[in-house]
């Protein structure tokens, strides 16, 4: 690996980041999925904060965006993909940055996406793999977007809980980012297909730790809890449980949902933080005050002391304060 490249693969980081000299860095990374709403506009909003916000978890300003269009030509309007395009181009506007080009291809479902590249100062990147024994975990974002898209698909979701649904996926992670940076933080990640047990489990292996989660903590979108006890859920729940549930240890007296909920995949999640104990009750009131969708205290990272990486609780110690979403 070159000297240059600060952040490869090793990790399963959210994104590339390339040293072009001491005082500037490049980030890059690309992202793009199938509809996750029938509305053209909102999936393409939605799409496009999803791929933005890799670059937010690194610590960096977004500055350009190239379009990943799959489009089925002979099945659906062109007018469908230039709405699409048009709500991804909305985001982008709202990030300070412009699609200036891409790439098409005739294809069998809707695909859309961007690849996006950003600029950091190579000593204030945000890693996965930075966190210390010690510090809490911050979610920015409530959980329960990949349950309420199998909702949506399945036509089962309240008027309410679709426009909140569309409101926190479009919601960019531009301010947990900034917190971060304004109080030092040096490690971060977004929470997207893995899941929130997926993602903390990759900060604490990144990080050669282990992390503790605290169910009562854990901020949830209107419908999640309903929908999925109604047996609505996608099939990466499933995947995610199955894999990274191998490293989990479930304590007695969790709530049956507690397993499906931590292992729901995330669609444009919010930022996962890791924040020095005395820094928390600053970082979390920053949150707040600037608008941020949640400021949850929802785990701690420990050091590797038990057989199993991550350890979830139905609650956790001290900081009550700081919970629940903002």
Known sequence: MPPELLVGIQTSDDAAV???????????????????????????????????????????????????VGFPVKK???????????????????????IAGGHSI?????????????VVHPDHILRNDAGRAGDLLVLTKPLGSGCLASAVKKQVVTGA????????????????????????LRCA????????????????????????????????LPGFVEHLSAGVSPGATGRNLAHYGRHAEWADG?????????????????????????????????????GALAAAVVGRLRPEDSAARVRVFPGGPGATSCTGPA
């Not at 659906?76 to 412009?98: K, R, S, T, W």
């Not at 969790?254 to 020095?276: C, E, N, R």
């Open 18 to 68: 390339y040293r072009l000299r001491d005082d500037l860095a490049i980030v890059q990374t690309l992202d793009f999925f199938m509809p996750v709403v029938d509305d053209p506009r909102d999936y393409g909003r939605i799409a496009a904060a999803n791929s933005i916000s890799d670059v937010y978890a690194m610590g960096a300003r977004p500055i350009l965006a190239l379009s990943i």
């Open 161 to 184: 809980q679709y426009a909140e649904f569309v409101r926190v996926t479009t919601f960019l992670n531009r301010v947990p980012s900034e917190v971060a940076q304004a109080h030092g």
């Open 106 to 118: 005739d294809d069998e479902e809707p695909k859309f996406g961007l690849s996006v590249t950003g």
């Open 254 to 290: 969790l709530d049956p949902l507690a397993k499906p909920i931590f292992g729901d995949p995330q669609t444009s999640g919010g930022l996962l933080l890791a924040v020095p104990e005395a820094a928390v009750e600053a970082v979390v009131a920053d949150l707040r005050a600037r």
């Open 189 to 220: 990640t977004d929470i997207t297909g893995f899941g929130l047990l997926g993602h903390a489990h990759e900060i604490a292996a990144g990080s050669g730790l282990g992390v503790d989660l605290w169910f009562d903590r854990l901020p949830l």
């Open 76 to 98: 659906l309007d062109p007018a469908v993909m230039a709405e699409v395009i048009a709500g991804g181009a909305e985001v982008c506007a709202e990030a300070g940055i412009v």
